[in-house]
């Protein structure tokens, strides 16, 4: 199976730290995901990355940075954390596809609470 | 633009009853569609998905989803309610008119489970 690692899963922080959101994938998936998730909103895709250095701004991309240096991780980077970004966030991958139908693999979640 | 709605966003039926959760999306070409589930405390895994084959898409755990083109709808139903099926569920979509490789969310339904 397709497993998709988040290192933290709960993490506390307060107004203006620089926090890093780690994700793993191990099944050599050329697209990673960022998403968060808020109530009553559903999942906004903050970045995505179809290869190695590459990166595309989703729909909600501001205050948040991304890196991909090597394949099977993409970090999820908030240069200065703020109170609107307490959320759960949510990584996800999957392979590039001649259909363009390939299935989301998620990972099990960060929630972060930024004080 | 692609985007999804949920109307509801909680449902509660009893145990045994049918469950009927509504999406309908907006896209210029048929698109791919999608049905996940989050169970509390997890991330979000596949249900079934609809790309562009049969109408009727039969999914896991007793799922099925029609895809009715005239009606921009892919609503999510199952003949009798278990109790594991307390859950929120999201509809997505991919628009193949657009280069975006990620999906876009709906806002989720919450679905509970009366004994």
């Known amino acids: 199976d397709v497993k998709v690692t988040q290192s933290s899963r709960y993490l506390v922080k307060r107004t203006g730290e620089k926090v890093f959101l780690e994700c793993v994938q191990d099944?050599?998936?050329?697209?990673m995901f960022w998403y968060r998730q808020d109530p009553g909103l559903g999942l906004r895709l903050i970045y995505f990355s179809y290869d190695v250095k590459m990166k595309e701004k989703g729909d909600i991309p501001e205050g948040y940075s991304v890196s991909r240096e090597k394949k099977e991780r993409f970090s999820l980077i908030l240069e200065s954390a703020s109170t609107n970004q307490t959320s759960m966030y949510l990584c996800?991958?999957?392979?590039?596809?001649?259909?363009?139908?390939?299935?989301?693999?998620f990972g099990a979640g960060s929630r972060l609470t930024v004080l | 633009a692609q985007s999804v709605t949920q109307l509801g966003s909680h449902v509660s039926v009893s145990e045994g009853a049918l469950v009927l959760l509504r999406c309908n999306y907006s896209s210029s070409v048929p698109p791919y569609l999608f049905w996940y589930v989050q169970y509390p405390n997890q991330g979000l895994q596949l249900l079934l998905k609809?790309?562009?084959?049969?109408?009727l898409v039969k999914g896991i755990n007793g799922f099925e989803a029609e895809f009715k083109k005239s009606e921009t709808s892919f609503h999510l139903t199952k003949p009798s309610a278990h109790m594991s099926d307390a859950a929120e569920y999201f509809c997505?979509?991919?628009?193949?008119?657009?280069?975006?490789?990620?999906?876009?969310f709906g806002s989720g339904t919450r679905l509970q489970v009366q004994p």
């Open positions: 099944m050599d998936h050329e697209n």
């Open positions: 997505a979509v991919r628009s193949m008119d657009t280069g975006r490789r990620a999906l876009t």
């Open positions: 996800a991958s999957n392979p590039t596809g001649a259909s363009g139908a390939n299935v989301l693999t």
């Open positions: 609809y790309t562009s084959a049969a109408t």
